[in-house]
């Protein structure tokens, strides 16, 4: 089974400043790897996906992610955030073995001050 | 654009009541998802679905049934509400059966069992 470990819950970051959010995850069998946002009083949104090929993945707003199969990390980054950006991010993980269905982190939340 | 629709935003009912949280999805999607979302717990899947009629237990499905009767309609149904379902509820939908697609998510119910 697989699962995935977001270790910091909450990051605070001053705007302009660069951010990386951890993601860790563990799996037997090969994966894809999501990072998902959630903006206050909404729904969950892709950012970006890593399915296979070059391990470093843009995806909207200026995130980026690298894969790192060594390390069985995933981590998102962004060189210089916005007040906009604060956010809860999730992490999730699924396989290519069976139906499609997706393991989600605790989340972390992302809090942006001027 | 993809939508997913939830039927209320907040809900507040009683202890013991039979309460129904309704998902619509306009883009004929095959698969359809309830989670329930709680701080520091993350996103944990209640029950998904891949086709009408078919529906499969997630990792907390005690407690809890559904039902798709229709492609584009999933609903949740808690028989006996219990203050311990007090939560935030997240529908989901997607292509595939594979985990490589993108889950969209509606806005989310926020449900209060006094």
């Known amino acids: 089974a697989q699962s995935v470990t977001q270790l910091d819950s909450q990051v605070p970051v001053f705007e302009e400043a660069p951010v990386e959010l951890r993601c860790n995850y563990s799996s037997s069998v090969s994966v894809y790897l999501f990072w998902y946002v959630q903006y206050p009083n909404q729904g969950l949104q892709l950012l970006l996906k890593y399915l296979s090929g070059s391990t470093l993945v843009k995806g909207i707003n200026g995130f980026e992610a690298e894969f790192n199969k060594s390390q069985t990390s995933f981590h998102l980054r962004k060189p210089s955030v916005h007040i906009s950006d604060t956010a809860e991010y999730f992490c999730?993980?699924?396989?290519?073995?069976?139906?499609?269905?997706?393991?989600f982190g605790t989340g972390t939340r992302l809090l942006v001050s001027p | 654009d993809v939508k997913v629709t939830q039927s209320s935003r907040y809900l507040v009912k009683r202890t013991g009541e039979k309460v129904f949280l309704e998902c619509v999805q306009d883009?004929?999607?095959?698969?359809m998802f309830w989670y329930r979302q709680d701080p520091g717990l993350g996103l944990r899947l209640i029950y998904f679905s891949y086709d009408v009629k078919m529906k499969e237990k997630g990792d907390i499905p005690e407690g809890y049934s559904v039902s798709r009767e229709k492609k584009e309609r999933f609903s949740l149904i808690l028989e006996s509400a219990s203050t311990n379902q007090t939560s935030m509820y997240l529908c989901?939908?997607?292509?595939?059966?594979?985990?490589?697609?993108?889950?969209?998510f509606g806005p989310g119910t926020r449900l209060t069992v006094l």
């Open positions: 999730a993980v699924g396989t290519n073995t069976g139906f499609q269905k997706l393991v």
């Open positions: 989901a939908s997607s292509f595939g059966g594979l985990a490589d697609n993108e889950q969209f």
């Open positions: 883009m004929d999607h095959e698969n």
